[in-house]
């Protein structure tokens, strides 16, 4: 299983940034987290494999949103009205169980992640 993050990149607060995941879409639910310097890693949000259910942290609920393009083989995270708190390095991963998205025994495999830099 491969998996490729990108889109990071450093904004100022209230600005937009999409994330994007390349990866075999076919047989795994998808997650999103992250890890800001010093800090354990959190679940942010994940989409389901069967009927693209979505999850998201209550600290970024209404302000990101999580798709799915099954024909691209990616997944997305639009991630609107950026906070400096919302710094951090962001992973996509694969997950046995969307429920559990805030868990990080729950996810299985990760590739490199995107840097994102969220500046007041």
């Known amino acids: 299983v491969q998996l490729q993050a990108s889109g990071g990149g450093s904004v100022q607060a209230g600005a937009s940034l999409r994330l994007s995941c390349a990866a075999s879409?076919?047989?795994?639910?998808i997650g999103w987290f992250r890890q800001a310097p010093g800090k354990e890693r959190e679940g942010v949000s994940c989409i389901t494999l069967s009927d693209g259910s979505t999850y998201y942290a209550d600290s970024v609920k209404g302000r990101f949103s999580i798709s799915r393009d099954s024909a691209k083989n990616t997944v997305y995270l639009q991630m609107n009205s950026l906070k400096p708190e919302d710094t951090a390095t962001y992973y996509c991963a694969t997950i046995r169980d969307c429920h559990y998205y805030y868990a990080m025994w729950a996810y299985d495999y990760w590739g490199q992640g995107t840097q994102v830099t969220v500046s007041s």
């Open positions: 879409l076919d047989y795994y639910h």
